[in-house]
């Protein structure tokens, strides 16, 4: 089954791209991966959830959908916008097209942008594994930031039901941008 022009779907299933909402905490300028916490990378599965692309090519027997061309999904405050996306759901759990497939995995390429609240983070590919819950966001340059604090790598790994997150620098230095404004309250 393929459906082009802006193929939009509802899905109410547990494609959760998560968001990016809590704040992050960095106490090293410089290392070779920094850990902290992002609560607002956890599951959401009570809001709906919207996709829009250029095609949609769904493929039952290999339990997958293929969108391609201008991906952006939108469930709540969290957006993803990629070039591309493959949905993974598990064989027998249900199909994307009745709105119960049972999300094993999505994989996203082509410039990965991933925003929720003050939070954005962008690479060239990335994985969220729902039966792992843990989202994976690769490239030369992985870049998060929250108002003007950035922290630049090559991969983040987030574990979506705890919030633990680790921005790693694959062979070189994890490099952050600290606003010393931010940590001002009223």
Known sequence: MSVKPAALIRISAALAVAGLGASLIASAALAQATSSRMQGLQLSN?????????????KDPESKAIF??????????????????????????????????DIDRIEVSNKVFLSSGAQQATGESGIVN????????????????????????????????????QLDACGGRVQIQLDPQSRKTN
């Open 68 to 101: 391609t061309g201008n991906v952006k999904v939108v469930q709540g405050t969290t957006t993803l916008q990629a070039g591309n996306m493959t949905v993974f759901y598990k064989a027998g759990g249900g199909s994307v097209t009745s709105g119960n497939a």
């Open 130 to 165: 729902l039966t792992n819950q843990t989202i994976v966001l690769k490239g030369k340059k992985v870049v998060l930031s929250e108002g003007k604090n950035v922290f630049v790598g090559c991969q983040l790994n987030v574990q979506m039901d705890t919030g633990e997150a």
């Open 46 to 58: 009570d809001q709906p959830i919207q996709i829009e692309s250029d095609k949609l090519e769904i």
